[in-house]
């Protein structure tokens, strides 16, 4: 564009003669001109390419008051909360706000006929936006005009599914558990991967079940109408064959979660995903206390940065953690043949 327009203002004046010199002169300042402005532009692509692949921080979902209390003073934008007792939710978007951070709130997992109401009571706390179980609370968001995230459990494998969440507004949509490392690989180029939100650390929720041990092993009662709700007293694990000890957890309604013991971690696709355009990543905690909510956001932080590599952090976790930590679903596929 620069000799363009010099050598028009030399065409608007022919009648000028042009020494040699000042030809020369012309054409070494047009190359000097064109450098600095190749330089500028090589700066701000650089800049700019920076800026697309510079992951936002990791979004934290927590499961207790005190997770909430540590996190809200990290760097980030956003938490997401899953609690067991909804009326903490209160405490936790004022937390939130003194913060400045941006709050999603759960409502229960399963929604049956005649318990809308707990959607709406969850809704009237005051947080940014729900984080949407099941097409019930996806259909309240869009008559209330409330944002929402889609969260694991609307199950989304394929670009479809995505999409039409997308289309129905939800502002991310949470990558379903069941894909593997390959299959997220896909799902992400075959939709806008701005739209997606990627679970990278997490124990694994292994099955979500309407009988509730608590009421059946820690109360004389029946059902939440007389059992005195011990899950709100009680820490209980199950134990498997092998010995591992996997945290149940009730809900408002009191259905059960059995979640992994061994936490899953993503750690060693996060840099592909992030060069892909996934819009966000997410860590959910279970029983961390606040300090360790705390190293676990600060590892996968230092991840996004590039001051660990996946394998660094992999390997970081499964030092912490008494129990190990597995890849899980994450992990590359292996040759089945390998072993011969």
């Known amino acids: 564009m620069l000799s363009e327009t010099a050598a028009a203002d030399v065409a608007a004046r022919p009648?000028?003669?042009i020494r040699t010199g000042s030809l020369q002169r012309l054409r070494d300042g047009l190359r000097h001109r064109v450098a600095?402005?190749?330089?500028?532009?090589?700066?701000?692509?650089a800049g700019q390419t920076g800026a697309s692949v510079e992951p936002n921080a990791p979004v934290v979902g927590c499961r207790t008051l005190e997770q909430v209390a540590a996190i809200v003073e990290q760097p980030g934008d956003e938490i997401e909360c899953d609690f067991q007792d909804m009326r903490e939710y209160r405490e936790a978007v004022k937390l939130a706000d003194a913060g400045g951070k941006r709050l999603w709130i759960a409502p229960p997992r399963i929604m049956k006929p005649g318990e809308g109401s707990l959607t709406t009571k969850i809704a009237k706390y005051g947080a940014h936006g729900l984080l949407a179980r099941n097409l019930f609370h996806v259909a309240f968001c869009r008559r209330e005009g409330i944002p929402f995230l889609a969260d694991f459990s609307l199950n989304a494998t394929n670009e479809l599914t995505v999409d039409w969440l997308a289309e129905q507004g939800a502002t991310r949509v949470t990558t379903?558990?069941?894909?593997?490392?390959?299959q997220l690989r896909r799902l992400v180029e075959r939709t806008d991967p701005s739209r997606l939100e990627v679970v990278i650390h997490q124990h694994m929720p292994m099955f979500h079940m309407e009988h509730c041990v608590f009421c059946a092993l820690l109360s004389p009662g029946h059902d939440k109408t007389d059992c005195g709700r011990p899950c709100d007293r009680h820490v209980v694990h199950l134990r498997d064959r092998i010995g591992m000890e996997h945290r149940l957890k009730a809900d408002v309604g009191c259905r059960n979660t059995l979640f992994n013991a061994v936490p899953q971690s993503g750690a060693e696709v996060v840099h592909d995903l992030v060069?892909?355009?996934?819009?966000?990543?997410?860590?959910?905690?279970?029983?961390?206390?606040?300090?360790?909510?705390?190293?676990?956001?600060e590892t996968y932080a230092r991840l996004l940065a590039g001051e660990l590599t996946g394998t660094e952090v992999w390997q970081r976790l499964k030092a912490a953690n008494r129990v190990g930590v597995t890849r899980g679903t994450l992990e590359a596929r292996r040759d089945p043949l390998a072993i011969l």
């Open 176 to 182: 379903s558990f069941d894909l593997d490392r390959d």
């Open 15 to 17: 009648d000028r003669p």
């Open 275 to 297: 060069r892909r355009g996934v819009g966000r990543l997410r860590i959910d905690l279970l029983d961390e206390s606040p300090a360790e909510a705390i190293r676990v956001r």
């Open 36 to 45: 600095v402005v190749a330089d500028d532009a090589t700066e701000a692509t």
